[in-house]
């Protein structure tokens, strides 16, 4: 099949313009690589925003040189829209939910902590439990269970969470409690 393929470039008061490419009713049966030319350098920490009727995807955006010259970034998407550069600089939050620092969880069954990040993708979440690693299970959105098990037995505990993003943005959490 055959499309008449549609490109805009607007400008953004971000610094990064946005490139509108086609639109999201024509379906892609597989991933395409898009590369956009950056306005200021951040090698490290340039996310890629796709986003169309309401709907948002980012992607780590890799440096690449193009006709030799450098300062363009490429990721891959499944679907057209708008997209735009964007630095990302601000580590995940993490949040607990029902537990708190200094607390007694003696009589808790888990703990849940919800971990979010402005890119909306966490690359990785690390509990350790009195220097140990510590398993919880992830509902495939923001909330990290821990069921408490014999990895936790009676007494006082340091629990450390360590949550990171898709371009190292990295947030530290440290608690202590009683089980």
């Known amino acids: 099949d055959s499309i008449r393929f549609q490109y805009k470039q607007l400008t953004s008061n971000t610094g990064f313009?946005?490139?509108?490419?086609?639109?999201?009713?024509?379906?892609l049966q597989s991933y395409?690589?898009?590369t956009i030319k950056a306005s200021t350098a951040f090698p490290n920490k340039i996310v890629m925003h796709r986003f169309a009727n309401g709907k948002n995807d980012y992607a780590k955006a890799e440096p690449v040189m193009y006709n030799k010259e450098s300062g363009w970034y490429r990721a891959s998407f499944r679907?057209?829209?708008n997209f735009q550069l964007m630095v990302d600089?601000?580590?995940p939050v993490v949040?607990?939910?029902?537990?708190k620092d200094g607390m007694d969880c003696s009589k808790q069954k888990r703990i849940v902590f919800v971990v979010k990040d402005n890119?909306?993708?966490?690359k990785n979440f690390t509990a350790t439990l009195d220097g140990n690693w510590l398993r919880f299970t992830n509902d495939k959105g923001t909330r990290f269970i821990y069921v408490f098990d014999?990895?936790?037995?009676?007494g006082e505990h340091e629990l450390k969470i360590t949550a990171e993003d898709q371009v190292g943005n990295i947030t530290e959490k440290n608690y202590k409690f009683t089980r």
């Open 17 to 27: 313009n946005i490139y509108q490419l086609h639109n999201t009713s024509v379906p």
């Open 32 to 34: 395409f690589p898009i």
């Open 79 to 81: 679907e057209f829209g």
């Open 89 to 91: 600089t601000t580590a």
């Open 95 to 99: 949040t607990p939910l029902g537990f």
């Open 119 to 122: 890119t909306e993708e966490i």
């Open 150 to 154: 014999e990895m936790c037995p009676a």
